[in-house]
């Protein structure tokens, strides 16, 4: 991305911030080919029950950032970083959604032999338990949450998401073998 458009992204990042809703839409339309590009990189290899696609979940992640009371202003990799956060969440709650219509919403819940589920069900059951893993993480340590997310979900790289994070590339790493160390050991446990 050319530095003009970095400084427009910034100054329209520092507008919205203000609460300027014209800024705000203008944004998104600018951004909108990245943000659906990495939408489509959190879809793509999930289960083909989970029927959303990539662009609505910019328009509900346009949505979540227009009723917000704040608007992430720093930077642009901040940004990202905040948006692929709520795009994961989307996605998620989305699954959540699905699984609960499906299951028949309120009704008593029993416990599934997993091994008798077909490979998709399971599929989605991993990724609820990723999710529910994120929270945990970032009840644990908010940051080695973010970056985990930052990692796994955009293609930022350490030096980006150290500068979104205000922290040194080396923190980055150590927050990443942790993250990653803490999901594995309890995707297995659950297992």
């Not at 990724?127 to 970056?147: E, F, K, M, T, Y």
């Not at 985990?148 to 990443?176: C, G, H, N, P, Y």
Request: proline share 2%.
């Amino acid at each position: 991305m050319s530095e003009s458009n970095q400084n427009r992204i910034n100054s329209l990042l520092e507008r919205c911030q203000k609460g300027d809703a014209e800024a705000r839409d203008e944004l998104f339309q600018l951004l909108h080919p990245e943000l659906k590009r990495i939408a489509g990189f959190k879809l793509y290899g999930r289960s083909q029950d989970i029927t959303v696609q990539a662009t609505e979940v910019i328009n509900e992640l346009y949505i979540k950032f227009s009723r917000s009371d704040s608007f992430p202003d720093k930077s642009r990799t901040y940004f990202f970083s905040i948006a692929a956060t709520a795009i994961e969440q989307i996605i998620i709650d989305y699954a959540r959604r699905k699984k609960s219509l499906r299951r028949g919403g309120n009704l008593q819940r029993m416990d599934i032999d997993e091994d008798l589920l077909p490979a998709h069900e399971t599929l989605n059951l991993e990724l609820l338990n990723l999710g529910q893993l994120l929270h945990q993480l970032r009840q644990i340590d908010s940051q080695a949450s973010s970056v985990f997310s930052a990692r796994l979900f955009t293609d930022m790289t350490s030096q980006e998401i150290s500068t979104a994070l205000e922290v040194s590339e080396r923190t980055v790493r150590r927050k990443w073998a942790f993250a990653k160390s803490y999901i594995h050991h309890n995707m297995q446990s659950s297992n």
